[in-house]
C-alpha cells in the first residue's frame, strides 16, 4: 500500500480531534475465526472483533505478572482490554501522536496502565525494561523496521517476547521476513491470520460505515472507507484476493 506517511498522520490527527464520543478505541481491522466465542462485557460487543485480534496476538505470549509495553498503542481500546483481561504487572502504550497519548490518558484509569509519547525507532523505556512488547497493526509504517526491532531487543529483559502481527504486499514479504529472521531475536512461531482478518471486515462492515459517514465530510470518504477495510474497498480486495497477508510472529530473546 502506497499511502504516504503524512496523509496516516493526517488521518489519525484528525480521529484525535473529531471522535468526542470515544467511539474509536480499536483501530485494527478485527479477527474472526474457529477461536472458541469470547465472552465481553456489554460495554466491550461493539469492539469484538478488534478486541478478538488482541485476544488472538496476546495468548501466544504469557503476560500474567509480566511487564508489557505496547508499541503503536494507538486509541488504547486494545491495551486497556489486555490489562483487565490479562493482569499484567504493569502496561505502557507508546504511541508517535501526541493526541492519541492524551486522549488515552483521560480515557483510561486501570491501575498500572500509563502512556507515553514516543517514537518506535527511539522508544522511551530503559534499557531492560520489558518482559513482552506487542505490536499490532503498527510495524508497515515504520520508516526503519530493522532500528524498530533493534529497539525492542534493548527493552526486553532476557526470555522476554516481541508478539507483532501486521499486514505487508505479498511483494514486500521477503524483506520484512528478513529483517525479521535477522533482529537477533529467536522465531518461536508465526501463522497467517489474513482469512480470520477478511472474515472480520466482512462481519463489522455495518459499524465501520457508519463511523465513517458519521465522522468524514462526503469528499473523503472514499478514503476513509480504504482505511477502514470496508468491503469492496481497495483494502478490503487486495486482503481478500490475498495481495496483502495478514501475519502473526512471535519472538523470544535469549
Not at 171 to 177: A, G, I, K, Q
Request: include cysteine; charge should be neutral; glycine fraction near 10%.
Amino acid at each position: 500500500m502506497s499511502v504516504p506517511a503524512w496523509l496516516f498522520r493526517a488521518w489519525y490527527w484528525y480521529i484525535n480531534r473529531i471522535d468526542r464520543d470515544a467511539e474509536l478505541l480499536f483501530l485494527n481491522y478485527g479477527y474472526a475465526n474457529g477461536d472458541a466465542p469470547l465472552a465481553l462485557d456489554a460495554a466491550d460487543e461493539g469492539n469484538r472483533y478488534g478486541i478478538q485480534l488482541y485476544r488472538h496476538l496476546a495468548d501466544a505470549v504469557t503476560l500474567r505478572g509480566r511487564d508489557l509495553v505496547e508499541v503503536g498503542c494507538g486509541r488504547g481500546g486494545g491495551l486497556s482490554w489486555i490489562v483487565r483481561t490479562y493482569a499484567p504487572a504493569s502496561a505502557v502504550g507508546v504511541d508517535l501522536e501526541a493526541g492519541a497519548v492524551d486522549f488515552c490518558r483521560r480515557h483510561y484509569h486501570e491501575p498500572g496502565l500509563a502512556f507515553r509519547q514516543g517514537d518506535a525507532h527511539d522508544l522511551p523505556l530503559a534499557d531492560g525494561a520489558c518482559d513482552v512488547v506487542l505490536s499490532l497493526e503498527s510495524s508497515h509504517r515504520y520508516r526503519d523496521l530493522g532500528a524498530f526491532l533493534s529497539e525492542v531487543r534493548r527493552v526486553l529483559r532476557p526470555r522476554g517476547h516481541l508478539a507483532l502481527a501486521d499486514f505487508r504486499h505479498h511483494t514486500e514479504l521477503p524483506p520484512f521476513l528478513g529483517a525479521l529472521r535477522s533482529c537477533g531475536l529467536r522465531l518461536e512461531g508465526e501463522e497467517d491470520l489474513t482469512d480470520g482478518v477478511v472474515a472480520a471486515l466482512e462481519r463489522d462492515d455495518a459499524r465501520r460505515r457508519r463511523l465513517v459517514r458519521k465522522m468524514l465530510p462526503r469528499i473523503v470518504r472514499g478514503r476513509g472507507l480504504d482505511f477502514a477495510g470496508a468491503v469492496g474497498s481497495s483494502t478490503f480486495r487486495q486482503l481478500a484476493a490475498h495481495e496483502l497477508l495478514y501475519r502473526q510472529y512471535v519472538f523470544r530473546k535469549d
